[in-house]
């Protein structure tokens, strides 16, 4: 499934854990049909897996979930808009700086 069409679901989706237990196992298909980029499906069905494993049996605030949501959407436009000049530096790059800002945040690095 072309990251795309998994974007456009995601972004008319609702704030629950339920929509990125979706777009993993959409990753997840991806990866198992051995198409391209299988880097950037990986990295996007593992933040899905974490955020469910952490969030999935507490309450979250709306305004926290409404974050990850948009944290989410933000990583898979940034990885999307690499992935249609098709340039592996580009999209290498893209997916180097979603990681590091990713670890930023969460306070890793």
Known sequence: MP???ILT??????????SFK???????????????????????AEYCRAYV????DQE????FAEAKHKELGSYLESLQHSLVYNDTIQIYAT????????FLAVGIA
């Not at 995601?10 to 629950?16: A, Q």
């Not at 494993?53 to 999935?56: A, G, H, I, L, T």
């Not at 997916?95 to 990713?102: A, F, G, K, M, Q």
Request: glycine share 6%.
């Open 95 to 102: 997916l180097n700086s979603t990681i590091r800002s990713h």
């Open 3 to 5: 990251l795309k069409e």
């Open 53 to 56: 494993n952490f969030y999935e």
């Open 22 to 44: 979706l777009v993993r196992y959409k990753c997840e298909k991806a990866l198992f049909a051995g198409g391209d980029h299988a880097a950037v499906y990986f990295f996007i």
């Open 9 to 18: 679901s995601f972004s008319n989706s609702h704030l629950g854990t339920e």
């Open 60 to 63: 979250v605030s709306p305004e």
